[in-house]
Every structure is written in C-alpha cells, then in structure tokens.
C-alpha cells in the first residue's frame, strides 16, 4: 500500500515528484539571474574600457580576410605598428627645453662627402636653414671626427661607407619609409657652389610651378656643363625644355622625351616626397653609379613629365666636377694619383651599368603585361 505523509496530506512518491519540480525551477531562476548578472557586469565593465566587447566572428573574420597587413606584420595587432621613420634624432629625457614636433624640419639634404671638399660643404650646409632640412652626409673617404669642429655637424646625420656612390646610399638609407615625413629631398653631389642659391625660395618656386622632379640651373660661365638642358636661362624663372634645331639628337617643339625634357641631370636633383617613393624603386641595388637612370625619372612625376620636370633658372649653382671617388684613408699625394688612374676606369664601369640598366628596363617592359607606358602612344604619334 502506498505510503501517506500525514504533515502535507500527499503520498510519499508525490511529494518526491513536487519536490523536483520545486528543484528545477529553483536552477533555472537562478540560471537566469546569474546570466543577466554577467551581461550586467560586461556592460559596465565595456562602458569603463576595461574590456572590449566580443565582435560579430562571421563579419570579423570576412574583414580579416580583406585586411592589408605591411609585409612581416602579421603576428601584431595593427594598431601598434609604426611603417614609417625619420631622420629626427631624440633626447634621452624630455625637458622643458626640448624641440616639439611642430618644429620639425620638412626637408632633407644628403650628400656624398669627403674631408677634401669640407669648405665647399660647409658652405652648402649653412644656406640650408635647420628650421626646414635635415643634413644627412654620406662619408665615401671615412672621414667622419674631422667634421666635428663645424658647428652644424653635431645636428647632421653621419653615415660612413668606403668609396660608395651618392646612389648606394640613398637606396641603402633613404627608404620611401624612413625619409615619408619630408615634402623634398636634396640628393646633392658635394662639388656645387651655392652663391646665387636660397632654398626657400627654390621652394617656393618648384610649388608654385608643380615640379616634382626638378633641379637648379647651372651657371654656364663657370660649371662643367655636361647637357645644354641644365644650363641657365639669363632672365627666366624655370625652363623643361631645351631647343637644338640643327644636327643629330634634334630637340623642338615637337619633341617629347630626354633629353630634349622632362629630365634632369644627376648632380643636383630635388625630388618631391611622392616622386622619390617611385625613384627610390627604380634605383637598381647593385647599379651605383645610376647611369641611365636620369632618363627614366619622368615616370616618377606624378603626372606628364613635360610639365612636372624643370630646370629652375632664377635660383642656380656652379658645378665645379671634381673627381671624388677612387681615394680613402691613403696619404694626400698617392690618394690624387690613385684618384686620377681610376678615374677611367669609373666612367667604363658607369656606362656597363647604363647599358645594363637600359636592358632591364627593356625586358621589365616586355614581360610585364599590365604595364603600359604612358607616353608610349605619344611618342609614336609625333613621330608619324
């Protein structure tokens, strides 16, 4: 017979029945307490940025799939990468009397340097206010402590590398991502003499006319002129092209490429910060002397060479073209000598280089079949 509890007047194996359902009702109020409880917390908790809240996972990772990562990054969160540099030394404690960056210089001169033409650098040098440039210098002879009495070079950027072209280093340690933060680089031989040079108005000029590739004149009666393009307007602002109407290699109205324009010559270029993002590419790493590569720098203007490359007439420089590489730590008269019997030798080796770069160029062309040459057509309607 079945057993009766006399205190709540049910059977015994109904009592155990209501007692679990007592039971389970009893977990899922509190299931469902605890869970609004946590939602509770996570949304404070959200609201204070302690803890960021949990993204959609089917969008996340669809956009993961799309995201561009900078080569090398993809163990990081994006957020804490830094793809570019500067040259802009830092102290090693912040003070009071330490520069902001809105002082920051916008423009960057570097230069291949030895110790022999100190004077004519320093002379560079000081037209170059340090409010606008940072002076970055390439030491081919190794000659770096005898600078140290200038009293600019402790804010220069010294760099040493035996006998190495002004081109091995810009393609060593001017990368598009180190020098992004400046609007114009001045990729100067060391052999230019700057009287009638100012920089800022140079500037001032290359902006207003849209040069993107530019350089100043030469002053004809004084320069070694090694192109008529390069040589100075009397009475002229800025000139891109040069007329030859008599003779081989003819130059006029009509014509459309270097060296007749839309070309500069490779002892004083100025290259705006989106052009040297395209000419430090076409900078070949084992090609140092960079013969050739003047011709082709008109892909990099941004636009139609024939009015983004120019000569700037009304700022000029003297190029002196003096032999520099070929000596380093040798004494003064075995180090000319040396640097004149070499002399042959370096031109031999810049024109193999041009004849190299100028089939890589050729082939890079060929090959490349989403490449198509802008001034190609051009060219071959002028030439009908």
């Known amino acids: ?62 956009k993961c799939k799309t995201q561009c990562h900078p080569s090398g990054t993809h163990p990081l969160p994006q957020g804490i990468v830094a793809t570019t540099s500067n040259l802009e030394t830092r102290p090693l404690w912040e003070d009071d009397h330490s520069p902001t960056n809105s002082n920051r210089p916008f423009n960057l001169l570097a230069i291949p340097v030895g110790v022999k033409q100190k004077q004519v650098v320093d002379k560079i040098v000081k037209k170059f206010p340090s409010s606008d440039f940072v002076v970055m210098l390439f030491h081919y002879d190794g000659f770096v402590d005898e600078w140290k009495n200038l009293a600019w070079s402790n804010r220069a950027i010294h760099v040493s590398a035996i006998n190495q072209t002004k081109w091995w280093f810009a393609k060593r340690f001017l990368h598009p991502d180190i020098v992004a933060d400046y609007n114009y680089i001045f990729l100067w031989d060391e052999d230019l003499l700057v009287d009638n040079f100012d920089p800022q108005r140079y500037l001032s000029i290359v902006k207003e006319e849209g040069l993107e590739i530019s350089q100043p004149a030469l002053d004809p009666g004084k320069s070694e002129i090694h192109h008529p393009l390069t040589v100075r307007i009397a009475r002229s602002k800025v000139h891109r092209r040069y007329y030859k109407l008599k003779g081989s290699g003819r130059c006029d109205d009509n014509s459309t490429a270097p060296p007749c324009l839309g070309w500069v010559e490779m002892m004083a270029p100025v290259f705006s910060k989106k052009s040297w993002q395209c000419v430090w590419h076409m900078i070949q790493n084992d090609l140092i002397h960079a013969w050739g590569l003047d011709r082709q720098l008109g892909y990099c203007a941004q636009g139609d060479r024939m009015r983004n490359v120019g000569v700037v007439d009304s700022e000029y420089i003297v190029h002196l073209g003096l032999p520099t590489l070929g000596g380093s730590n040798d004494n003064e008269t075995s180090s000319n000598s040396r640097r004149e019997s070499d002399r042959p030798k370096v031109r031999m080796q810049s024109y193999i280089e041009m004849q190299v770069f100028g089939k890589r160029w050729k082939d890079a062309a060929e090959k490349d079949q989403c490449w198509i040459d802008p001034y190609e057509q051009h060219q071959n309607q002028t030439s009908h």
Not at 11 to 16: A, E, F, V
Not at 22 to 50: D, E, M, P, T
């Open 1 to 62: 017979m079945e057993g009766f509890n006399f205190v709540t007047g049910f059977p015994k194996n109904k009592r155990l029945f209501l007692s679990t359902i007592l039971l389970l009702v009893s977990l899922i109020c509190a299931a469902y307490f605890l869970a609004n409880a946590f939602h509770y917390k996570q949304v404070r908790l959200a609201r204070w940025g302690l803890i960021y809240s949990i993204p959609d996972t089917t969008t996340s990772n669809e």
